[in-house]
């Protein structure tokens, strides 16, 4: 040992089970660990024993080789773990060899202290553990095991990596557990916050707007001046037929640019309005909203799907000024060779649906087909000038390309009226429902500046869910799903006005926005179905949180599973995409077409424009590869030249899917029975 000796540079001491554990380091590193034991004498204490150890084993030496060795010492350093007395022991020993000099007691890492290393702490590197300290390494560590102990399943990659920060950034490793176990410490849950923006706009007076005397009477009533993206619409050629693409936050006022120009339009004998929207639920309000609104001035009708509404009392009038409708309703019409007369105004609301698998091409094949029957009807008629498109949307990853895309001009209003604070807390499936329980009434027990209960909306992945969810809340509360009907969803939608209900539970029904002023959206699940969220989906369903005329700011918490998938064919895990979504970028709207999407969207341009088809195909926003469709169209027998077969008109009237056409129809020409057509096509889709 004596060129060890010789070379020391500190000796560490740390108590362990009424001896003194020590390990010498020269640069840095350690050289060997020893046992030290003392007995007090009449001269004070002194080294009684001294073992040299190497792993499980023990070496004796002469306690005087410790003396020589604290001797040639340039430092000295005891562990604060020691006890007080184990402290004043050692240094009282120490004193007597006239070493008091070179010892100092320092805060050290108890893990590393138990297992032979030196590892001095200080206050800005310690994290807390219990009632003691532990350095950053060991605080890992101790989290990683926690982890894997919580219940959830293994924390992966940027759930982990935020957990780990967080524990450093607050210095506590029992808070970062406790947030494991779904304690809502604010502190922790916090993720960011998105902040209240203003930009700058001169607000236009109504009354300087000029519009025909029934409307601008009515806009006069309500407002004295336009909103800041109302006066953008307006400053940049609403009224002057302009075709305009309008991106702005939820609660900003979009909505009322394509009701103007769209009324206004109808009261001056250019047309009537089509106001499009994605979903029965949100067809269902706008049209009740615009018989409130404009009832007195125009006659309102709804078109969803193949068929009338029932429920209301409410028949689709074609003749009518205004028609609201979902997508499909308005392309069934148009399949089907229905006149609507001359349109003067399409409204697309939630124009992002462009991007989606399944709605995206049939949207983008609705405003081709919609485009060519407004032309041909001003060719064959002097007096019709065709029509002006507003295209609406709360998120748009790439606004200038889609807005060139749709020959608009961009109106792009970033001003979100109230600030947005986003959570983020880990729980498993149970637990998730007891963390929400806890946020909705929290929040209902809140009031705003404005004089407002705080209301949630939560978001899940199953009607089953929502039904599941809202049964074990404490506060008032109702699901709400596009499975209910529609009286009992405006039961739901006025008492949630009214301030009687705490949440609404809800699928994406809700997403694409239905009118609930919720001042915090809470994310039971972070997929639709068996489908993880896009960051345009998320964005456009927290954006749901805080409305400026009622709530001092929005809250949205997510609650996360580790290591959960809702599907086998789900690839991430929810903590892995909780990450990506609240730090992703908006994803491009574009639209993609694979074979099914192409043959579905060209039978529908045969269907509408004959010999036009191509045009329809080429002016589309995706990249139709239309010659391989039309050679199937034409194996299958759906077409015959550029006119739809009585077949081929059942299918695309029907919205059939092509590919399941096909299926049956190779079935049916093989004599399949009716099981085994439908084992194929159940086949075909699980092959998908």
Known sequence: MSKQVQQVETIFCHETGGDYLLVVQRDGKRLFRAKLGLSETSAGPRPAKFRLKDGSSEEPRQPDEFVELARRAKRIRISEQTSQEGRQELTEMLSGYQLADKVKTVRTCRYCASAGRYSPITTETAVKDDADWICQDCARRELERQLSYSGGGEVTGAAKDRLEDLMLEVQDLDRIVNLLQGRLDPDLTKFDTISATTDEVDPV??????????????LEDRFETLLPVQSLAVENGLFDGEDQMVVSATATGKTLVGEM????????????MLFLVPLVA???????????EYGDLVDVSIRVGASRITDNGNQFDPNADVIVGTYEGIDHALRTGKDMGDIGTVVIDEVHTLKEEERGHRLDGLISRLKHTCER?????????????????ATVGNPEHLAGALESTLIEFEERPVPIERHVTFADGQEKVRVANKLVKREFDTESSKGYRGQTIIFTNSRRRCHEISRKLEYSSAPYHAGLDYKRRKTVERQFGDQELSAVVTTAALAAGVDFPASQVVFDSLAMGIEWLSVQEFHQMLGRAGRPDYHDKGTV???????????????????????????????????????????????????????????????????????????????????DGFEPTPLGR??????????????????????????????DIELRDAEL
């Open 377 to 393: 009807r001003a060719e064959r008629r002097d007096d019709y000038h065709g029509s002006q498109w507003v295209y609406l949307s």
């Open 261 to 272: 120009t769209g009324i206004n339009r109808v009261l001056n004998g250019k047309g009537k």
């Open 557 to 639: 918490y997510v609650l996360v599973e580790p290591d959960c998938a809702y599907h086998n064919s789900m690839e991430m895990s929810e903590d892995e995409v909780a990450f990506t979504l609240l730090k992703g970028e908006m994803e491009s709207v574009m639209t993609h077409y694979d074979e099914r999407a192409a043959i579905e969207e060209t039978l529908a341009n045969i269907t509408v424009g004959g010999k036009a088809a191509k045009a329809l195909n080429d002016r589309m926003l995706g990249d139709v590869p239309t010659k391989h469709a039309i050679g199937k169209l034409l194996q299958y027998e759906f077409i």
């Open 650 to 679: 059942v299918v695309t009237e029907h919205f059939l899917a092509p590919d399941e056409a096909f299926t049956l129809l190779d079935g049916i020409r093989k004599d399949a029975a009716p099981a085994e057509l439908v084992a």
């Open 282 to 292: 949100l067809a269902n309000q706008k049209h009740e909203d615009f018989e409130a």
């Open 205 to 218: 007076r109504v009354d300087s707007l000029n519009l025909h005397p029934g409307l601008q009477g009515l």
